[in-house]
Structures are given as C-alpha cells and as structure tokens.
C-alpha cells in the first residue's frame, strides 16, 4: 500500500493568483494523477503526472492552466494557474503501480477562489 | 472507453446485504473492473478488482457474468459507516488514465 500527503489540506486564495498543490508519496510509484471533484459530483481526471516529460493531459485541461511537474516517483506538484472561481473546486493526489492494480488516492485540496 | 452506468442512489438497513451492479456494455477484452468507495471530504479507496467470475476479499465480493457486461459488488452486512459513495471504473492498464476514468458513482445511504 502507499499513503499519499497532499498539502495544502485547503486554501482560499484570489483571484488571478496560481497556487501550487504538492503531492508526496511515502514508497515509490509509477503512475500518479491529479484529479478534480465539484462537492458532491464524481472525480474528473485533470492528467497523468510522468517521470522527468511533459504531462500527458485529458481533454478539455491545458498545461498552461495546470502545469504539472514530477521530478521523481514519490513527489508530484499541480499548479491552478490565473486561478477564477471556476476553478474553485477540490484537487485529489492518486499513485499506484499500474498494471491493473489499485491506486491510493489523497485527502484532496479544497481551493476556493474569491 | 468503456462508460459504465450505475443507479445513482441505493438506501439499506444496517445488517443487510447490499448489491449494486453497474454497466459497462461496450467493456473490451483487456479491461478490468475495480470498485472504489469514497467518504465525504477523503479520498476514493480501492475495494476490489476483478476480470472474471467472482472475486471475493474481506471487504466485499465482485461478481462477473461470462459476458462481462456488467458487474455486481455486494457488500456484506453493511452498517452505518458503509454510506459512501461507490464508483465502478471499467479500464486497463495500456492507458493510465484509461482506467482511472470516474463515472457517477453511487451513494449509498446505511439507515440504522
């Protein structure tokens, strides 16, 4: 198994400021994704953090927006960019080993945009 | 990609047995199904996988039709603490984002 620790838990923050959520994984893992979950709705999949390239991302979210960096197999980061209460919503942190086995998720960041 | 359908809301009585299938009609031959369950403001936690027949760990079982066009978790006994919201993911593992693909989910409400 692997715990996942994201910080922040939460965090209210400005308009047209960016924010930079972290992600820590306390074994190593190959696959690690970010997601989006509007309370009480189901998770969207923002991207597929990779190892030392360019993250892979899922239609409708750009890089600009939500770079993604992930400089080794225990640590990722999300940065919600020229942030708009439209991106106020709850980020969740998930890693595993892949290969059709299960994958940990973190508690979630609530970001809410004033 | 394989979409699934789940009801979106099931009501139980502690004690009893819960079963909630989902649909996955146009599943491919490499996917797996694996449910997570999720409590509010946690993250999604794995439950069980399963490719064929039946699965059965300490948490739950996962029963499969030979044409895996659908899929049933039954949740032994369930008590209060068991309302959560589960999701049927239908994927494999070619694509990773493939198969972290999150439907509706379904919420389950435990009354004593």
């Known amino acids: 198994s692997a715990v996942i620790s994201q910080k922040p838990s939460r965090d209210i923050c400005q308009r047209g400021t960016s924010l930079t959520i972290q992600c820590q994984v306390d074994?190593?893992?190959?696959?690690m994704f970010w997601y989006r979950q509007q309370p009480g709705q189901s998770l969207t999949l923002i991207a597929t953090?990779?190892?030392?390239?360019?993250?892979?991302?899922e239609s409708g979210f750009v890089i600009d927006k939500f770079p993604i960096s992930r400089p080794n197999l225990t640590f990722s980061t999300l940065t919600v960019s020229n942030m708009s209460p439209e991106d106020s919503s709850i980020y969740l942190c998930?890693?595993?080993?892949?290969?059709?086995?299960?994958?940990?998720f973190g508690q979630g960041t609530r970001l809410t945009v004033v | 990609l394989a979409k699934t359908t789940q009801p979106i809301s099931m009501d139980s009585y502690e004690g009893q047995e819960v079963n909630i299938t989902c649909s996955h009609n146009?599943?491919?031959?490499?996917?797996?199904i694996t449910w997570y369950q999720q409590f509010p403001s946690q993250g999604p936690r794995f439950i069980i996988q399963?490719?064929?027949t039946k699965v059965t760990n300490e948490v739950a079982s996962l029963f499969i039709p030979a044409d895996r066009k659908s899929s049933t978790l039954s949740l032994p006994r369930v008590s209060l603490s068991d309302t959560a919201v589960y999701y049927c993911?239908?994927?494999?593992?070619?694509?990773?984002?493939?198969?972290?693909?999150f439907g509706g989910g379904t919420r389950l409400m435990v009354k004593p």
């Open positions: 998930s890693g595993g080993q892949g290969a059709n086995t299960e994958a940990f």
């Open positions: 993911l239908v994927g494999d593992n070619s694509n990773a984002g493939n198969m972290l693909t």
């Open positions: 399963g490719y064929k």
């Open positions: 074994s190593q893992v190959t696959m």
């Open positions: 953090a990779n190892q030392g390239s360019e993250a892979t991302y």
């Open positions: 146009n599943i491919a031959t490499n996917d797996y």
